[in-house]
């Protein structure tokens, strides 16, 4: 079985390295820590999910024909909307195979799939198949988008997690804990969601329904971080589960005294600096993945060779310009995501609204899935972003993160808004009275990332309340300058 090799590259940070691996060892390890419940045993989706990732290339893509070309078939005969713009399509390439016609279709934006909700769901279901649930985008203002789906899409997830927390080497018979919003942890045994300080208890989320799993604990992220650390420290889980802010500021608080086998970061950009504090305060590696309410999840973050990996069975990844076209390797473009299972709302060439790197060659991992690279943020919040914000940005994260080691132990959360006349604040909560003496060190670094021009005005606050809180949404970054968040629940990657 491959391990995990934890190096020093530099004093108080920590490199993990992973090895390569083969279709045997992936079995090895499927076989002896993946256990089936018995009345599941019957179900071998895990297997056929572990010996897809071994295929040839063509053949992969030759399975995603297959299910693509029913998919079109069924939406040119039975989508309003799909209607068409296929059969034009069809009738202009008339021997094109189905993912020359998927490129060639126009892609689906957010606002049309809510505008057009009703011309995107199919006159009749696929024999066999049924509609059984709609999933909903977390919008914090306007409606949020919904959208059907059927069972073969909705059963998909768990058997997809399986096979990422396998990837990220999860040992299902230790302890899972999560901190999230109550809304998005399943309710208590009373039928409600949780009450502040209460602690939920039961198998692990998504996969202890099919595998035999240890003990898995939830906790609210509207309890106090302080809180938070303390039902760290009492329950000891090998793992956790948790928002990419607040995953950071566990790591400042906790200061070292939580130990973890692994950490998964969610719904937020993860930056190079936020990701050495996290692993260097837990003793462990982070862990990522790419999903969207709308699919599902899309792809996870390989450990070795820092590209997501697509699953493939599930849905198509098309990285692409302005003018639609793939991208070339290394630059970035927009995510296009076309959902393969889901007849009750076919969602194609769904702009996700993300700008992600496109990747080529095979990973160091061994595995022969489609990738694609870092994702770097959504489009339409990077765009409206004066010249020179990132890096500023960047400039306070890097301050934050190599401060001395007496100033940094008493940092527990921080905040940084962006106004619409340029004047920046950072919010500090900090032990004592060390927030100014924080905001002293950061200020001096954050005027030299202007780089000429003269820096914009940096307020410090120190204060426990942070925008965001009681949503349970989190930002570490806001501007003014930015639209209204609708979907923050996409798991981001460093922005540029």
Same mark, same amino acid.
């Given at each position: ?7 020093? &590259? ?14 045997? =060892? ?6 002896a ?36 070309g ?59 198949q ?36 396998? *990837? ?28 502040? !300080? ?65 950490? &998964? ?25 790419? !999903?969207?309410?709308?699919i ?5 973050r390989?450990?070795? !060779? ?14 692409? /310009? ?29 702009d996700?609204?993300?700008?992600? &790197? ?20 959504r ?13 500023? *940005?960047?400039?306070? =994260? ?16 921080? =905040? ?7 004047? *920046? ?7 004592g /009275? ?8 950061v ?24 925008? !965001? /809180?009681?949503l ?25």
């Amino acid at each position: 079985m491959r391990r995990s090799v934890i190096e020093n &590259v530099r004093p108080g940070v920590l490199s993990f390295v992973a090895m390569p691996t083969t279709p045997e =060892q992936e079995l090895a390890e499927q076989r002896a820590r993946w256990r089936l419940l018995p009345h599941m045993r019957h179900l071998q989706w895990h297997d056929r999910l572990l010996k897809d990732e071994f295929l040839d290339p063509a053949e992969i893509r030759g399975h995603q024909e297959k299910a693509l070309g029913l998919l079109l078939d069924f939406a040119a005969s039975n989508v309003p909307f799909y209607g068409t713009v296929l059969g034009e399509v069809r009738r202009r390439l008339p021997n094109a195979r189905p993912l020359e016609v998927l490129a060639n279709l126009p892609p689906l934006t957010r606002n049309q799939a809510q505008e057009n909700a009703a011309s995107l769901r199919p006159l009749r279901m696929p024999p066999g198949q049924r509609r059984v649930d709609v999933t909903r985008t977390s919008g914090t203002t306007g409606q949020p988008i919904e959208i059907d789906q059927s069972a073969a899409s909705l059963s998909r997830f768990a058997w997809l997690k399986q096979r990422e927390f396998r *990837w990220f080497r999860m040992d299902p018979s230790a302890k899972l804990a999560a901190i999230r919003p109550m809304t998005e942890l399943p309710r208590t045994s009373r039928g409600t969601h949780m009450e502040p !300080g209460e602690v939920l208890r039961g198998e692990w989320l998504y996969v202890g329904k099919y595998f035999h799993t240890g003990p898995f604990v939830g906790f609210s992220n509207l309890n106090a971080v302080e809180e938070q650390v303390g039902f760290l420290r009492a329950e000891n889980p090998a793992y956790l589960l948790m928002q990419s802010a607040g995953l950071e500021h566990v790591a400042f608080a906790g200061g070292g005294r939580i130990a973890l086998r692994g950490s &998964v970061a969610i719904s937020q950009t993860l930056t190079p600096a936020m990701r050495a504090t996290i692993e260097t305060a837990f003793g462990a590696p982070v862990h990522q993945n790419y !999903g969207l309410n709308e699919i599902g999840l899309v792809a996870s973050r390989c450990p070795e !060779g820092g590209r997501y990996h697509v699953h493939a069975e599930h849905c198509v990844v098309e990285i692409v /310009d302005d003018e639609g076209q793939p991208c070339r390797p290394g630059d970035r473009g927009r995510l296009l995501v076309t959902a393969l299972a889901n007849a009750a709302m076919p969602l194609l060439r769904y702009d996700a609204d993300d700008l992600a &790197v496109a990747v080529e060659g095979p990973c160091p991992c061994g595995r022969t899935l489609p990738s694609f690279g870092e994702v770097i943020g959504r489009y339409r919040r990077i765009a409206a972003l004066p010249r020179g914000t990132w890096r500023r *940005w960047g400039a306070i =994260q890097l301050a934050l993160h190599t401060m001395p080691p007496n100033l940094a132990a008493t940092l527990r959360r921080y =905040q940084v808004r962006q106004f619409r006349d340029e004047h *920046w604040a950072l919010k500090i909560d900090a032990t004592g /009275d060390h927030a100014e003496a924080i905001g002293a060190w950061v200020r001096p670094r954050f005027a030299e990332a202007v780089e000429g021009d003269e820096a914009p005005p940096l307020t410090v606050v120190a204060t426990d309340r942070f925008e !965001g /809180d009681l949503l349970g949404k989190f930002q570490s970054f806001l501007s003014d300058f930015m639209p209204a968040p609708d979907t923050a629940d996409t798991p981001q990657g460093a922005p540029p």
